[in-house]
Protein backbone atom coordinates (compact mmCIF):
# COMPACT_ATOMS: atom_id res chain seq x y z
CA UNK A 1 0.00 0.00 0.00
CA UNK A 2 0.91 3.87 -0.79
CA UNK A 3 1.88 6.03 1.90
CA UNK A 4 -0.24 8.41 1.03
CA UNK A 5 1.03 11.06 3.17
CA UNK A 6 3.93 11.10 0.07
CA UNK A 7 2.23 10.19 -2.58
CA UNK A 8 -0.03 12.70 -4.01
CA UNK A 9 -1.20 10.55 -6.96
CA UNK A 10 -2.37 7.93 -4.70
CA UNK A 11 -4.38 10.22 -2.15
CA UNK A 12 -6.03 12.14 -5.25
CA UNK A 13 -6.98 8.59 -6.85
CA UNK A 14 -8.57 7.49 -3.25
CA UNK A 15 -10.63 11.00 -3.06
CA UNK A 16 -11.73 10.56 -6.60
CA UNK A 17 -13.25 7.24 -6.37
CA UNK A 18 -14.53 7.37 -3.17
CA UNK A 19 -17.86 8.07 -2.91
CA UNK A 20 -19.18 7.44 0.50
CA UNK A 21 -17.51 8.83 3.61
CA UNK A 22 -18.41 7.93 7.18
CA UNK A 23 -17.38 10.74 9.82
CA UNK A 24 -16.17 9.39 12.86
CA UNK A 25 -16.93 11.72 15.30
CA UNK A 26 -18.89 14.01 13.35
CA UNK A 27 -20.31 16.55 15.97
CA UNK A 28 -24.09 18.02 15.72
CA UNK A 29 -22.50 21.32 17.05
CA UNK A 30 -22.19 23.85 14.01
CA UNK A 31 -18.89 25.15 14.67
CA UNK A 32 -16.84 21.91 15.75
CA UNK A 33 -14.52 20.85 12.91
CA UNK A 34 -15.95 17.84 12.31
CA UNK A 35 -19.19 19.56 11.37
CA UNK A 36 -17.50 21.62 9.32
CA UNK A 37 -15.54 19.34 7.46
CA UNK A 38 -18.44 16.79 6.98
CA UNK A 39 -20.57 19.69 5.24
CA UNK A 40 -17.94 20.65 2.66
CA UNK A 41 -17.63 16.86 1.67
CA UNK A 42 -21.95 16.87 1.06
CA UNK A 43 -21.04 19.87 -0.56
CA UNK A 44 -18.58 18.56 -3.13
CA UNK A 45 -20.84 15.58 -3.54
CA UNK A 46 -19.28 12.62 -0.96
CA UNK A 47 -22.22 10.69 0.63
CA UNK A 48 -21.39 11.40 4.32
CA UNK A 49 -22.74 9.51 6.96
CA UNK A 50 -22.27 10.63 10.87
CA UNK A 51 -20.89 8.16 13.31
CA UNK A 52 -21.32 9.19 16.85
CA UNK A 53 -23.27 7.32 19.50
CA UNK A 54 -24.24 10.55 21.52
CA UNK A 55 -26.02 11.69 18.76
CA UNK A 56 -28.95 10.50 17.44
CA UNK A 57 -29.43 13.02 13.98
CA UNK A 58 -27.16 15.64 12.59
CA UNK A 59 -29.29 17.93 10.39
CA UNK A 60 -32.20 15.32 10.21
CA UNK A 61 -29.64 12.60 8.97
CA UNK A 62 -29.56 9.67 11.46
CA UNK A 63 -26.43 9.50 13.37
CA UNK A 64 -24.62 5.81 13.62
CA UNK A 65 -23.40 4.20 16.61
CA UNK A 66 -20.19 2.31 15.13
CA UNK A 67 -19.55 1.58 11.59
CA UNK A 68 -21.09 -1.47 11.67
CA UNK A 69 -24.72 -0.07 11.95
CA UNK A 70 -23.85 2.04 8.25
CA UNK A 71 -26.27 1.19 5.70
CA UNK A 72 -23.47 1.08 3.10
CA UNK A 73 -20.21 0.17 2.57
CA UNK A 74 -17.93 3.61 2.68
CA UNK A 75 -15.09 4.04 0.57
CA UNK A 76 -13.29 6.50 3.77
CA UNK A 77 -13.72 6.37 7.33
CA UNK A 78 -12.66 10.10 8.38
CA UNK A 79 -11.75 10.17 11.93
CA UNK A 80 -11.89 13.05 14.48
CA UNK A 81 -11.58 11.07 17.61
CA UNK A 82 -8.44 11.06 20.33
CA UNK A 83 -5.59 8.56 19.53
CA UNK A 84 -6.29 6.26 22.18
CA UNK A 85 -9.94 5.47 20.25
CA UNK A 86 -7.74 4.54 16.98
CA UNK A 87 -7.04 0.84 17.26
CA UNK A 88 -10.66 0.44 18.06
CA UNK A 89 -12.10 2.19 14.91
CA UNK A 90 -9.60 0.69 12.75
CA UNK A 91 -10.62 -2.52 13.74
CA UNK A 92 -14.18 -1.61 12.37
CA UNK A 93 -12.78 -0.09 9.56
CA UNK A 94 -11.07 -3.56 8.28
CA UNK A 95 -14.15 -5.15 10.04
CA UNK A 96 -16.46 -3.41 7.19
CA UNK A 97 -13.83 -3.63 4.41
CA UNK A 98 -13.16 -0.01 4.09
CA UNK A 99 -10.71 1.04 1.92
CA UNK A 100 -9.41 4.24 3.60
CA UNK A 101 -8.70 5.20 6.98
CA UNK A 102 -7.87 9.12 7.02
CA UNK A 103 -7.58 10.85 10.46
CA UNK A 104 -7.94 14.91 11.19
CA UNK A 105 -4.69 16.79 12.05
CA UNK A 106 -2.82 15.79 14.76
CA UNK A 107 -4.40 12.38 15.43
CA UNK A 108 -1.67 9.92 14.74
CA UNK A 109 -1.20 5.74 16.34
CA UNK A 110 1.60 4.14 14.73
CA UNK A 111 0.17 0.80 15.59
CA UNK A 112 -3.11 1.08 14.04
CA UNK A 113 -1.84 2.88 11.26
CA UNK A 114 0.44 -0.48 10.73
CA UNK A 115 -2.43 -2.90 11.67
CA UNK A 116 -4.58 -1.24 8.78
CA UNK A 117 -1.69 -1.30 6.11
CA UNK A 118 -1.20 -5.31 6.92
CA UNK A 119 -4.94 -5.34 6.00
CA UNK A 120 -4.99 -3.93 2.80
CA UNK A 121 -6.34 -0.78 4.08
CA UNK A 122 -4.86 3.19 2.83
CA UNK A 123 -4.01 5.75 5.40
CA UNK A 124 -3.76 8.98 5.94
CA UNK A 125 -2.86 10.19 9.62
CA UNK A 126 -2.81 14.01 10.74
CA UNK A 127 -4.35 15.31 7.85
CA UNK A 128 -7.37 17.55 6.80
CA UNK A 129 -8.99 15.70 4.08
CA UNK A 130 -10.42 18.96 3.24
CA UNK A 131 -7.41 20.97 2.88
CA UNK A 132 -5.85 18.24 1.18
CA UNK A 133 -8.78 17.77 -1.12
CA UNK A 134 -8.47 22.30 -1.72
CA UNK A 135 -4.51 21.12 -2.08
CA UNK A 136 -4.81 18.78 -4.81
CA UNK A 137 -7.70 20.26 -6.61
CA UNK A 138 -9.80 17.12 -6.57
CA UNK A 139 -12.83 18.70 -7.52
Known sequence: MPNL????NALCKVLTEAKTI???????????TSYQIAQFLRQVGYTVYPVNPL????NGQPS???????PEPVDVVNIFRRCEYLPEI????IFINAKTVW?????WHQPSAQKALDAG????M???????????RVG
Open 5 to 8: KQDD
Open 22 to 32: AVVGHSDKPQR
Open 55 to 58: VKEI
Open 64 to 70: YAALQEL
Open 90 to 93: VDEA
Open 103 to 107: TQLGI
Open 121 to 124: VNVM
Open 126 to 136: DACIKIEYLRL
